[in-house]
């Protein structure tokens, strides 16, 4: 934490930020009433994005909403719903919200693509790859993922419940530099702003410390609608995937544009880039449940920064599912690098030694060219 004045922010976070989540929470989207979807503030946000966009920044959104645009059509009131009425609710809304979406960014000729994840898919479930290779085309076509929980499908052991930690999980799938929450407050305070009027605004979280968990933990009750605890379990995941996390007031019409002019947030500063992050984790993070023995040209070829391709591949030996971790030997034994394997052990001992264009034939499905892609893949 530091106490830097606001004239000496950091803002290079936010300014230079090329792979950029941004989560909107539910208050931010619906209007006072709660009847319906605040279609200006909609407007106004998707000329932030189509600017941010034009500067180079490839952009993800969470947007909360679909149980809030859900009610009304279903006629479920005010109060507390059941949980199968969310889920209900949900199913009723988030086709609302992504064609609100969708009408908002079309005048930009912006695409969106609508993509529904559950812990599962973010956590464990094959490594995540497919969730993350399915973001990263539609990035590089040009769309916004408008990402939420799907709610309708999930059960509460398997549920996010908050967006923020589900936008933290989507940051680290796709190595985001950048995770900004857009919520009712403009970032972390040492006490409650709306209560005590010694509140500090914390400009700079460089460790999330005992002292700065114990601030969100006490404003939690008395502000936000998320509250802040979910935010700085958000960071705390953000943090350690390298990716830097603002938390910023986005009620007003152009929040993000405001934070480019300096609007006070707080960020959350990590120490590591998201690329390295990665490779730590594949690194270290994981146990591998098998090896691949590849040939003396993979092994250069692995060397010189290239993908493993199946062509390369000598030798499968243990049990692993499509996005384990698995460790890559020489062919003298030796451990050379450490990947995800885009294949499961039975298919790659099948497709092993095959050029990458018969592995349709081989399998009867078209898999990925490479059996580890040098993204999952980190030498020793
Ligand atoms: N997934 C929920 C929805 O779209 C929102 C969860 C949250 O607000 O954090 O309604």
Same mark, same amino acid.
């Given at each position: 934490?530091?106490?830097?004045?606001?004239?000496?922010?950091?803002?290079?976070?936010? =300014?230079?930020?090329?792979?950029?989540? !941004?989560? *909107?929470?539910?208050? #931010? &989207?619906?209007? /006072?009433?709660?009847?319906?979807? %605040?279609?200006?503030?909609?407007?106004?946000?998707?000329?932030?994005?189509?600017?941010?966009?034009?500067?180079?920044?490839?952009?993800?959104?969470?947007?909360?909403?679909?149980?809030?645009?859900?009610?009304?059509?279903?006629?479920?009131?005010?109060?507390?719903?059941?949980?199968?009425?969310?889920?209900?609710?949900?199913?009723?809304?988030?086709?609302?919200?992504?064609?609100?979406?969708? =009408?908002?960014?079309?005048?930009?000729? !912006?695409? *969106?693509?609508?993509? #529904? &994840?559950?812990? /599962?898919?973010?956590?464990?479930? %094959?490594?995540?790859?497919?969730?993350?290779?399915?973001?990263?085309?539609?990035?590089?076509?040009?769309?916004?993922?408008?990402?939420?929980?799907?709610?309708?499908?999930?059960?509460?052991?398997?549920?996010?419940?908050?967006?923020?930690?589900?936008?933290?999980?989507?940051?680290?799938?796709?190595?985001?530099?950048?995770?900004?929450?857009?919520?009712?407050?403009?970032?972390?305070?040492?006490?409650?702003?709306?209560?005590?009027?010694?509140?500090?605004?914390?400009?700079?979280?460089?460790?999330?410390?005992?002292?700065?968990?114990?601030?969100?933990?006490?404003?939690?009750?008395?502000?936000?609608?998320?509250?802040?605890?979910?935010?700085?379990?958000?960071?705390?995941?953000?943090?350690?995937?390298?990716?830097?996390?603002?938390?910023?007031?986005?009620?007003?019409?152009?929040?993000?544009?405001?934070?480019?002019?300096?609007?006070?947030?707080?960020?959350?500063?990590?120490?590591?880039?998201?690329?390295?992050?990665?490779?730590?984790?594949?690194?270290?993070?994981?146990?591998?449940?098998?090896?691949?023995?590849?040939?003396?040209?993979?092994?250069?070829?692995?060397?010189?920064?290239?993908?493993?391709?199946?062509?390369?591949?000598?030798?499968?030996?243990?049990?692993?599912?499509?996005?384990?971790?698995?460790?890559?030997?020489?062919?003298?034994?030796?451990?050379?690098?450490?990947?995800?394997?885009?294949?499961?052990?039975?298919?790659?001992?099948?497709?092993?030694?095959?050029?990458?264009?018969?592995?349709?034939?081989?399998?009867?499905?078209?898999?990925?060219?490479?059996?580890?892609?040098?993204?999952?893949?980190?030498?020793?």
């Amino acid at each position: 934490m530091s106490n830097a004045t606001h004239a000496q922010r950091p803002i290079e976070g936010v =300014e230079k930020g090329k792979r950029v989540v !941004i989560k *909107i929470g539910s208050a #931010l &989207l619906m209007n /006072e009433a709660g009847t319906g979807l %605040r279609q200006d503030w909609l407007d106004a946000i998707a000329c932030d994005l189509a600017a941010w966009r034009r500067e180079g920044r490839e952009i993800l959104l969470v947007s909360s909403g679909a149980i809030a645009v859900g009610r009304a059509p279903l006629g479920l009131g005010a109060g507390t719903l059941r949980l199968e009425e969310c889920q209900a609710a949900a199913a009723a809304g988030q086709i609302r919200l992504a064609h609100a979406w969708q =009408e908002a960014l079309a005048p930009h000729a !912006i695409a *969106i693509a609508q993509v #529904l &994840l559950t812990l /599962e898919d973010t956590e464990s479930r %094959r490594r995540y790859l497919n969730a993350r290779t399915t973001l990263n085309t539609l990035l590089s076509l040009g769309a916004i993922p408008v990402i939420n929980e799907n709610d309708t499908v999930a059960t509460e052991e398997i549920r996010f419940g908050d967006n923020d930690r589900l936008a933290a999980r989507v940051a680290q799938m796709v190595s985001a530099d950048t995770l900004i929450l857009l919520s009712d407050i403009d970032g972390l305070y040492s006490a409650d702003p709306r209560r005590d009027a010694m509140a500090r605004h914390i400009e700079e979280v460089r460790d999330l410390t005992p002292e700065i968990e114990a601030m969100a933990g006490e404003a939690q009750l008395a502000y936000g609608t998320g509250g802040m605890v979910t935010k700085l379990q958000a960071a705390r995941i953000a943090m350690a995937a390298g990716c830097r996390m603002v938390i910023a007031d986005g009620r007003g019409a152009h929040p993000l544009e405001a934070l480019k002019a300096d609007a006070r947030c707080t960020s959350f500063l990590p120490s590591s880039e998201p690329k390295q992050a990665r490779k730590q984790w594949i690194a270290g993070g994981l146990s591998p449940c098998g090896h691949l023995v590849v040939d003396a040209g993979a092994v250069k070829a692995l060397k010189d920064g290239k993908s493993l391709l199946p062509a390369g591949v000598t030798e499968v030996a243990g049990t692993f599912a499509r996005g384990d971790a698995v460790i890559v030997k020489g062919p003298d034994g030796q451990e050379i690098a450490r990947g995800l394997s885009a294949y499961s052990s039975t298919d790659a001992a099948r497709i092993l030694g095959h050029k990458s264009r018969d592995i349709a034939a081989v399998l009867g499905y078209r898999g990925r060219d490479e059996m580890i892609h040098r993204d999952d893949l980190v030498l020793r």
